[in-house]
């Protein structure tokens, strides 16, 4: 079908007029006019058309009435494989519905008729191909949004429109996925394994496997705990049996009386054994006496020997001492006199010394009091000089002390006088000079002193010259200040040398100067003297006469001193008076140490003799009479031979006693594994007894548990449990099996189902998304999920731009399908894309080209500058009064 | 004529652990009023004793209760004579068991504690008590003793007479004991089915039957001995309660499964005292085999206890059963999938078997949702 004109009479705001839309082509026709300009009335009007039954009131219908009223008329040609042909229909005051041949005028049918031949047309009403390809004003759905029951019918329809579609191009999609019953299948099957099994196929708590598989477990424990009984009691009882045999074996007689024999013979041994043991005891002890005996036989006779042998060494010694205490004494004496020779040479030593020593003593003061003389008169002379030198210095100390002016007096007056001869020039250059100059005797005098020839005199103040033959001449120097200052100064230093030259003691200064010349003249004698003196008499006057007096007193007593040897022989004779004395006096030592040593040694030698004499007496005494000697040896050889022989006998005796001994250890060891086989027989019998009471006991309460019967029963269980878990497992496996098999086989199904959508569909959204992919749902027969770059997106999570675009694709898409199954509907667009951007508005407007090569696509909007970039044909809209 | 009911294998206290609810104690109680049964048939027989070669007991410590009540139904029958023979399970090294069993014997109950010959009125019994539960050598030379030429002589013993091992068992009972040692008749026990040895030597089998390894009814033997020397003449008498059948099921394609196993059955009057095991083998197409269960699950509940073990049975392939699941589209892909993988050899018999349970799961609830 393809919509060719398009008329709406007496609709919204064409009250009273016809609007019309001429010559729509095919591919693409754009009606772009602003809002409220009626582009939504053409859309609602043209649905109406398609879709209201011409009786209807309904609220689309009386949606189209203008507010003047009236009836409302519209009317669309459409062309058809048949032809050409125009549908028209009147609502409200007027209802009329009317299909007509284009071609010929003719109509076709009226009303009722024709609205089931506009039903046909649309076939499935708003669900139908015709439905499914009107998109309204921002419509993102895929599906018509009617609510309540009408829109559930749309949906079903359009479902079932889009089945059919499918069905033709792929086949029924129950048939591809088993439909209902490949559900119900799927689902009895996932609810059987579910009952059996975790999603990761493990037994599932509280499901019968899980159930299975514990109550194997709980057996298995339980048959363990029960074997180990049925094995503790089967113990038991073959523990019982052997317990009872051997208490049975214990009992016999015969091996009871073996037993007693046994012990019997064994005592009797031990008695035996223990009378032997004492007979050899007391040969023991007899042997034991002879030996002693023996022993004391052999001492005598040693004894014997040992006294006769320390007789004969005593008196040896006894003789050898008496010859060490005549040595000694000889050596005693010897000394004695050796020591008395030593002492006289002493004595003659000493006297010999003490001369010596008197001689050299006057020697010496002889020639101490020639010396002395000697000497004196030296130091006479010296003390002569050094006196006369002493008087010398007194007389120059006392020119000195008349002489005052010393050389810092003299000082003092030459400055003085030097003072006073500048005082004087200075005075003398102030003053006016006269010199005169006489050619004849007469001369000038001042104040009666005439002056002398060519000698300048200065004139001070008023002076009155006396000019003999003409009178005298006042001469006035002026100048009175300066004068009388200079002069002033001359006074004072007038004065000053005066009072030095006072305190000199002289009168003027050449005065001074001869009593300075003649006190240096004293200074240099005074010193001269000194330091003679100091050279005759270094510590002084005093001290060389104090010598003098004491070499005159020493020389005194050189003439008594006359006939005295010479000091310096004496004193060698002397010295080696000395030695001698000293070699005598050590001498006399050593003979006297020496006599001391053989005192001592004679003492020794006495006393020695004198023991070595008692020894001899005790040896003798201890021997006793010498005529009783040869008997008593006699007996003592005689009784060691007694004494051997009975040891022999005895040695012999106990020997025989000893070599016939039983070995005690043996029948001790005998009697007591007789007595022990004894008593263990009976011991073990009681621990048989008590062990066979114990058993019984263990027995009794595993019998009375049925421990064996109970084992048999839970094995058995055991094996039936076995067998039912093994049975589950295979259940959930073939069940498992089952679900793959079946979601696989669905997934198939459903792949090649989709194929032909998909083929128009994805290349479209190719040019929206790149690698895009589209998941359809096989109940809705619509899209489902969009998948880009890997991720996949459920459709009602996308953004509303995308959805749109998506609704509108898919449309073109089924729009493209029908057409290819021979059912050519136009795609009616009301102001679509409202969601979508510039950018892809663009390519959205690229997918529409890319259909409407085929597909009729009429699009209204009122986005004239958006949709100035479709391209295709613009619709006029022409409008008449009626 | 001396006569005696053989019988032998009570095993009084069998616990039967592998079956669920309430059988065991079905099957116990079964066991011990065998010896009731025992005793009836002994009398409508004329028998004057009952012989039990071996295996009265389960077990060798039997629970008190147990013990007690076989010892009260045998002094109950205090107009027969009992001799029991030590066997393989209450051997002589169950100490306790005979030691309680001496206390507590009643007057009319013997007990073979050693081969010492038993006399029995009419009759002298050799018995050949199992000394160990494997013994490991032949016993029944004892059996030689002299007794009383004017009397028939009856040996008892209990053991095998054959087996299968290479290099023979030391401890087998010669098949021709009974000539050997000179005895009219040679009571057996340790196997459970009836079983004729030699004309003078028989295995009685179970009185109450046990298991599923022994065809025909559990039964005991009544002898008649005419005096020494004479040939026995052997009855057997039926004793069980409970019957325990094997039925195996060989199909074939296209065989009605249902109606061969409705052949197989026992009449519903008989069932609720059957325990029957199924085993079927061959082939069968899903359809087939789901009717085959079907039916088995039908009949299922007619038995006191019900086993079929369908393992065995191969899977033929029938286009019909993948048509019924589905002509075409996803459930008949994964039909196809199962059926190949199913018959691939490539996979392990195990994989195989799943991906066969799974087909088969499909196939059931495919029809179910159909």
């Known amino acids: 079908m393809k919509l060719r004109a398009l008329a709406l009479t007496n609709v919204r705001r064409f ?157 029924e999609i129950d048939m591809m996925t088993g439909g209902r019953r490949m559900d119900q299948v799927l689902a009895a099957c996932r609810d059987e394994l579910a009952e059996l099994a975790t999603a990761t196929g493990r037994p599932r708590a509280g499901g019968p496997w899980k159930a299975a598989e514990d109550e194997v477990a709980a057996l298995e424990a339980e048959r363990a705990a029960l074997a180990a009984k049925v094995d503790e009691l089967s113990g038991a009882l073959a523990e019982r049996r052997r317990a009872e045999e051997e208490r049975a074996r214990l009992d016999e007689p015969a091996e009871r009386e073996a037993r007693e024999a046994a012990l019997a013979r064994a005592r009797q041994a031990m008695k035996a054994g223990e009378a032997h043991a004492a007979r050899l005891e007391a040969a023991e002890r007899d042997l034991k006496i002879a030996a002693l005996e023996q022993e004391a036989a052999e001492d005598a006779a040693a004894a014997l020997a040992a006294r006769d042998r320390a007789l004969g060494e005593a008196r040896e010694a006894a003789e050898t001492a008496a010859a060490d205490e005549r040595a000694a004494q000889a050596r005693f004496e010897s000394a004695a006199r050796k020591d008395a020779a030593t002492a006289e040479a002493l004595a003659a030593a000493e006297a010999a010394l003490a001369r010596l020593r008197a001689e050299h003593a006057r020697a010496q003061r002889a020639a101490l009091a020639r010396a002395a003389a000697e000497r004196l008169a030296e130091m006479r002379a010296r003390l002569d000089k050094a006196e006369a030198q002493a008087r010398a210095r007194a007389a120059a100390q006392a020119q000195i002390a008349a002489a005052p002016v010393d050389a810092a007096a003299m000082a003092g007056i030459e400055a003085a006088a030097d003072t006073l001869d500048r005082a004087r020039a200075r005075r003398d250059a102030l003053a006016v000079t006269v010199t005169p100059a006489y050619s004849g005797d007469a001369r000038v005098t001042l104040d009666g002193t005439a002056l002398a020839e060519g000698a300048a005199l200065a004139l001070h103040g008023r002076a009155r ?98 006939d005295a040897g010479d000091p310096a022989a004496l004193a060698e004779a002397m010295a080696q008076a000395e030695t001698a004395h000293e070699a005598a006096r050590t001498a006399r030592e050593a003979a006297r140490r020496a006599l001391g040593a053989d005192e001592r040694q004679l003492a020794e030698a006495r006393t020695g003799h004198r023991l070595a004499q008692g020894r001899v007496a005790e040896a003798g005494a201890a021997l006793g009479p010498a005529d009783a000697h040869s008997d008593r040896r006699e007996a003592a050889a005689q009784r060691r031979t007694r004494a051997a022989e009975t040891l022999r006998k005895q040695t012999a005796a106990r020997d025989g006693l000893a070599a016939a001994a039983p070995d005690m250890a043996n029948l001790r060891a005998e009697l007591a594994r007789a007595e022990g086989a004894v008593a263990a027989a009976a011991a073990r019998a009681k621990t048989l007894s008590d062990k066979v009471l114990e058993l019984d006991g263990l027995i009794r309460a595993r019998a009375e548990d049925g421990v064996e019967e109970r084992l048999a029963e839970v094995s058995g269980r055991l094996d039936a449990a076995h067998d039912r878990a093994a049975r589950y497992t295979r259940e959930a496996a073939a069940l498992g099996r089952l679900e793959t098999a079946l979601t696989d086989a669905r997934r198939a199904a459903r792949d090649t189902y989709f194929e032909p959508v998909k083929r128009e569909l994805l290349p479209l959204l190719s040019l929206l998304h790149e690698a895009a992919d589209i998941r359809l749902d096989d109940a809705s027969l619509l899209p489902a999920a969009l998948t880009r770059n890997g991720q996949e997106e459920p459709l009602d999570i996308l953004s509303g731009g995308t959805a749109e675009q998506v609704a509108i694709l898919t449309r073109l898409a089924f729009a493209r399908l029908f057409d290819r199954a021979g059912q050519t509907v136009p795609v009616i667009l009301d102001d679509a894309l409202v969601h979508t951007d510039d950018d892809r508005i663009e390519r959205m407007f690229a997918a529409l080209h890319r259909v409407a090569g085929e597909q009729q696509i009429i699009v209204f909007t009122c986005r004239n500058r958006a949709f100035s970039r479709l391209g295709g044909s613009e619709a006029r809209v022409a409008v008449e009064a009626v | 004529m001396f006569r005696v009911l053989h019988t032998s294998d009570l095993h009084l206290g069998k616990p039967f652990g592998r079956f669920g609810g309430d059988l ?125 030429p004017g009397l028939p002589r009856i040996g008892l013993a209990h053991g095998a007479v054959t087996d299968f091992s290479e290099e023979g068992d030391p401890a087998l009972i010669p098949p021709d004991r009974a000539e050997r040692s000179g005895l009219d008749y040679l009571a057996l026990g340790d196997w459970h089915g009836q079983m004729r040895i030699g004309p003078r030597t028989w295995y009685s089998g179970t009185p109450e039957a046990d298991s599923f390894k022994h065809d025909g009814a559990a039964a005991a033997l009544l002898v008649g001995i005419a005096g020494p020397g004479a040939v026995p003449e052997i009855t057997p008498v039926a004793t069980g309660a409970y019957d325990w059948r094997a039925v195996a099921l060989e199909l074939l394609p296209g065989e009605d499964g249902a109606a061969r196993l409705a052949a197989a059955l026992p009449p519903a009057g008989r069932r609720r005292m059957t325990l029957l095991r199924l085993r079927a083998s061959g082939r069968l197409s899903l359809a087939a085999r789901g009717a085959l269960e079907a039916a088995i699950g039908a009949a299922r509940d007619d038995f006191g206890w019900f086993e079929a073990d369908l393992s065995a049975l191969g899977l033929e392939r029938a286009v019909e059963d993948l048509d019924d699941i589905d002509r075409a589209g996803a459930l008949r892909r994964a039909a196809e999938d199962l059926w190949d993988e199913a018959g691939n050899p490539a996979l392990s018999a195990e994989d195989r078997e799943v991906a066969r349970a799974a087909l088969a799961r499909l196939y059931a609830l495919a029809t179910e949702q159909a």
């Open chain 1, 465 to 562: 010259l006396d000019l003999p033959g003409i009178g005298a001449l006042v001469i006035d120097t002026g100048g009175r200040g300066a004068e009388d200052k200079a002069a002033a100064a001359c006074e004072a230093a007038e004065a000053a040398l005066r009072g030095l030259l006072q305190t000199a003691g002289v009168a003027d200064l050449a005065g001074a100067r001869a009593a300075r010349a003649a006190r240096e003249e004293a200074e240099a004698a005074e010193k001269l003297a000194g330091a003679v003196l100091a050279s005759l008499a270094p510590e002084g006057l005093e001290a060389l006469r104090a010598e003098v007096s004491e070499l005159d007193l020493a020389a005194g007593g050189a003439e008594q001193e006359a």
């Open chain 2, 24 to 148: 065991p104690a079905l099957l116990r109680e079964a066991r011990y009023q065998a010896l009731g049964r025992l005793a009836e048939a002994a009398r409508a027989g004329g028998a004057q004793a009952i012989v039990l070669a071996g295996d009265t007991f389960d077990a060798e410590t039997p629970a008190p209760a147990t013990l007690r009540h076989a010892l009260q139904a045998i002094a109950e029958a205090d107009d027969l004579s009992w001799v029991i023979l030590p066997g393989n399970h209450d051997s002589l090294a169950a100490s306790d068991l005979w030691r309680r069993i001496a206390a507590e014997r009643p007057a009319n109950l013997h007990v073979a504690l050693d081969p010492a010959p038993v006399a029995l009125g009419g009759a002298v019994v050799l018995p050949a008590p199992c000394t160990a539960r494997r013994p490991g050598r032949d016993l029944t030379g004892a059996l030689d003793a002299e007794t009383d």
């Open chain 1, 15 to 171: 009250a009273g007029q016809t609007a019309r839309i001429d010559d729509i082509g095919d591919g693409i026709t754009v009606l772009a006019a602003p809002n409220e300009s009626g582009k939504s009335t053409f859309f609602d009007a043209l649905h109406a058309l398609f879709f209201q039954p011409y009786g209807s009131r309904a609220r689309e219908v009386r949606a189209l009435q203008p507010h003047s009223g009236g009836a409302v008329s519209v009317a669309a040609e459409v062309e058809l494989p048949q032809g050409r042909f125009r549908l028209e229909k009147t609502w409200l005051s007027r209802k009329s519905a009317r299909v007509t041949d284009a071609a010929t005028g003719r109509v076709l049918a009226q009303d009722d008729e024709a609205e089931a031949w506009i039903g046909r047309l649309v076939e499935g009403g708003l669900g139908g191909p015709a439905g499914l390809l009107w998109v309204r004003q921002g419509v993102t759905g895929l599906d018509p949004a009617g609510q309540g029951a009408a829109g559930r019918r749309d949906w079903e329809s359009g479902l079932e429109a889009r089945r059919d579609l499918m069905s033709t191009l792929a086949g």
